[in-house]
């Protein structure tokens, strides 16, 4: 496994992989129209701090992590999502990704990074905490947090 920089020739294959799992095993209602990021990956996520990458095996899209930059040395995390069967200790996909991520926005001075999920999500939960992530409350995020309609929970990792 790899974990490179978002390319567009990646496009339909980042759509393949993440509105499935939100759609089938999230049961989220919600469309590729629905996600104009995904549509312009390159313009929503890839200026300043920002950026979104991609946990390729075998020139195949097997995860996906972004970081929106929204100021004052801070990053959203957002679109983490690794298919079903590249999931779990013995892979490593999800915590490569973090790590990844995390890493870099280290090496780029960055202060915090924050994201927010949905309650149902109980394994993430657990992922995010083991990997130092604090719970917040909503009303303690930044003004330019970009806050889901379905995000109720949210969490803060102190760079």
């Given at each position: 496994?790899?974990?490179?920089?978002?390319?567009?020739?990646?496009?339909?294959?980042?759509?393949?992989?993440?509105?499935?799992?939100?759609?089938?095993?999230?049961?989220?209602?919600?469309?590729?129209?629905?996600?104009?990021?995904?549509?312009?990956?390159?313009?929503?996520?890839?200026?300043?701090?920002?950026?979104?990458?991609?946990?390729?095996?075998?020139?195949?899209?097997?995860?996906?992590?972004?970081?929106?930059?929204?100021?004052?040395?801070?990053?959203?995390?957002?679109?983490?999502?690794?298919?079903?069967?590249?999931?779990?200790?013995?892979y490593g996909t999800a915590q490569a990704l973090l790590d990844y991520v995390t890493a870099r926005a280290k090496a780029r001075g960055l202060s915090e990074i924050l994201l927010g999920t949905t309650a149902k999500f109980l394994a993430a939960h657990r992922f995010y905490e083991k990997n130092g992530f604090d719970?917040?409350?909503?009303?303690?995020?930044?003004?330019?947090?970009?806050?889901?309609?379905?995000?109720?929970?949210?969490?803060?990792?102190?760079?």
């Amino acid at each position: 496994m790899k974990i490179i920089a978002y390319e567009v020739r990646y496009r339909d294959a980042v759509r393949d992989l993440i509105v499935p799992i939100q759609r089938e095993e999230f049961g989220i209602d919600i469309s590729y129209e629905d996600q104009p990021d995904l549509a312009d990956i390159e313009g929503f996520y890839q200026k300043g701090e920002g950026g979104f990458w991609l946990a390729i095996v075998d020139d195949a899209v097997v995860g996906t992590i972004a970081l929106i930059d929204i100021g004052e040395g801070r990053v959203a995390l957002r679109k983490m999502f690794v298919a079903a069967e590249y999931r779990g200790r013995a892979y490593g996909t999800a915590q490569a990704l973090l790590d990844y991520v995390t890493a870099r926005a280290k090496a780029r001075g960055l202060s915090e990074i924050l994201l927010g999920t949905t309650a149902k999500f109980l394994a993430a939960h657990r992922f995010y905490e083991k990997n130092g992530f604090d719970l917040v409350e909503a009303s303690d995020l930044p003004d330019r947090f970009p806050r889901m309609a379905v995000d109720t929970r949210f969490y803060r990792l102190t760079l």
